[in-house]
Nanobody, 122 residues
Framework: QVQLVESGGGFVQAGGSLRLSCAAS????????MGWFRQAPGKGREFVGR????????YYSDSVKGRFTISRDNANNTVYLHMNSLKPEDTAVYYC???????????????WGQGTQVTVSS
């Protein structure tokens, strides 16, 4: 069983930056893929990006490419989502996810964090 705990959400003005953290405990080496999703009010859960523990290979959705970056700290079992040039439409609850296979949709995810709120004001 893998436990994921997000932190770092908050309130920021448009154009600002935030960094989210996801601490993974009980990590199985089979869950090589770590992803970030977000869910805005009244909308479905949307893929943001992912990274692999091994090799740090990243992949991003078009909506955040060039603004968001995902990194990982293998020694501390922590994944980060660095968000720059934030827009009001980035407002959502952000979820950390873990899986043994590449995550691109909620159906791919084996484990979820509890989510952290990010609010971007215009």
């Amino acid at each position: 069983q893998v436990q994921l705990v997000e932190s770092g959400g908050g309130f920021v003005q448009a154009g600002g930056s935030l960094r989210l953290s996801c601490a993974a405990s009980g990590r199985s080496f089979s869950t090589n893929y770590m992803g970030w999703f977000r869910q805005a009010p009244g909308k479905g859960r949307e893929f943001v990006g992912r990274i692999t523990w091994s090799g740090g290979i990243t992949y991003y959705s078009d909506s955040v490419k060039g603004r968001f970056t995902i990194s990982r700290d293998n020694a501390n079992n922590t994944v980060y989502l660095h968000m720059n040039s934030l827009k009001p439409e980035d407002t959502a609850v952000y979820y950390c996810a873990a899986s043994a296979w590449p995550v691109v949709a909620p159906s791919n995810v084996q484990y979820w964090g509890q989510g952290t709120q990010v609010t971007v004001s215009s």
